[in-house]
């Protein structure tokens, strides 16, 4: 019986040893390769990180682009009738998105009205407008309802700022010297 369990015990610790001996070698592997993989990855820096670092900087250069365009293309207020027909302009205005925009920019956005059919008009006008011009893109724009109204200002305070500015604009001049520290034209 002592030999018995003398040689169980032997038999347990082959076996206990061989696992932990094919354990620890994978492991040891799996190491050395997780070291190579990190020297490398050390070596290479900062060069794996700096396309998503520039997407960080470009992304919200790219949500004011949308939103620029979205006004841009905003249909508002003043260029439906009151029934919600779209006016001379506002025909004018759809065309030249469908066919003058860049063309991933050519979504339309409607100014949401006062009540629901008014809002329906809108839309149905703008989808007849876009129906009736032939658009060079083989894709046909979209029409969104929207809730931001672009910022207009009236034409005769656009011209006064216009003229004020024009006004007080100093008269051109050269300089005195030049960027070698000579004298300029203007001291002879």
């Known amino acids: 019986m002592k030999r018995t369990v003398h040689n169980f015990r032997a038999v347990f610790a082959a076996l206990a040893l061989g696992m932990v001996a094919s354990t620890a070698a994978g492991d040891w592997h799996s190491f050395w390769h997780g070291v190579h993989v990190d020297s490398h990855r050390n070596n290479a820096w900062p060069d794996p990180f700096n396309e998503a670092d520039a997407m960080q900087v470009v992304a919200p250069f790219e949500v004011m682009k949308n939103n620029g365009w ?68 083989g894709q046909p724009a979209q029409v969104w309802v929207t809730d931001v109204e672009p910022s207009t200002a009236s034409g005769a305070w656009a011209t006064q700022i216009n003229r004020t500015w024009l006004q007080e604009l100093p008269p051109p001049r050269l300089p005195g010297t030049s960027a070698s520290g000579k004298e300029g034209a203007t001291q002879k």
């Not at 009738?81 to 302009?89: E, F, I, N, T």
């Not at 469908?98 to 409607?110: C, G, L, M, S």
């Not at 100014?111 to 032939?134: F, K, N, W, Y």
């Open 70 to 137: 979205r006004l841009h293309n905003t249909i508002g207020n003043e260029l439906f009738r009151g029934d919600g027909v779209l006016l001379a302009s506002g025909n004018r205005r759809v065309e030249w998105i469908a066919n003058q925009a860049p063309q991933a920019r050519r979504d339309v956005f409607v100014m949401r009205g006062r009540t629901p059919q008014e809002t329906d008009a809108r839309v149905e006008s703008v989808r007849q407008t876009l129906a009736s011009i032939q658009s060079n893109s």
